[in-house]
């Protein structure tokens, strides 16, 4: 078996301490991070999403394979920051409201923080407020909404609801994405930008913050 296949494997199965041994070992033998990431880790993770929608895993698989997920890709980290890019600007970032999906917003993190930006996390279960309030204290440039559920997609129209009652909208620019999020629901609501993932999510917010800096 590759050893790619073996994170993926390893991952669905929840070993995190054996992930974290495979993606070093990955590293050592010169896989690209990229490739450790889409070919082991999210490979891995997909499997898992597929076999939770058939009832094939529960929620306390699904978790036990998150935090491998979480554990491998934190290794990657430095890899995926030596980008090259330098950028300056604050984004602050969090997942909605009654959501505890993180996966997807810490890879969002990490690759903005690969480029230069500083970003403050939030993490899960965001009210709307918040996001306001410290985008208002930090100065941010971006707020940046990720949502998994159908349920709390809805909630990014509350951040967004609040940056206007408090009179900040035009101060910000609206970053969103998440499983359910499209271009067309972005519009809908009145957010800035949509990206279909988190790569795409780190370079328009560079865009965004150089704009902002000319
Ligand atoms: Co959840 N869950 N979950 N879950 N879970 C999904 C999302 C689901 C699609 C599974 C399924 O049924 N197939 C389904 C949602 C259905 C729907 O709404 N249509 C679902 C459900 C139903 C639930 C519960 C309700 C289950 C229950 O309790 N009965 C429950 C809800 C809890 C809650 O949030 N209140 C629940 C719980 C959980 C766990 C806690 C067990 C766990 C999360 C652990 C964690 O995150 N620490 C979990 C997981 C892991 C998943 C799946 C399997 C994987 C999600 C993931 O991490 N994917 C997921 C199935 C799936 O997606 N296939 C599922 C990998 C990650 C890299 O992708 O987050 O999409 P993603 O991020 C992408 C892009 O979307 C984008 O960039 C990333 C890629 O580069 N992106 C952004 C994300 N955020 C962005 C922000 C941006 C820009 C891009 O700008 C700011």
Redo the contacts with the bound molecule.
Sequence with gaps: MSILKEISQNLQNGKAKVVKELVQKAIDEGITAEMILKEGL?HG??I???K??KDEVY?PD??I???A??AGSELLKPLLAASGVTATGKVV?GTVA????????N??RMMMEGKGLEVIDLG??VPAEKFIDTAIKENAQII?????????MGEIQNVINAAVKASMRHKVTF???????TDTFAKKIGADIY???????ADAAVKVCTQSLA
């Design positions: 999210l993770m997909g898992i999403g597929e939770f929608k929620v699904v978790l394979a998150a935090r997920m979480n970032l009654g959501d505890l999906h993180d996966i997807g917003k890879l969002v899960v279960d940046g909404c990720s949502a998994l559920l159908t349920t709390t970053l969103i994405g998440g499983a359910p999020v990206a279909p993932d988190a790569a795409t999510a």
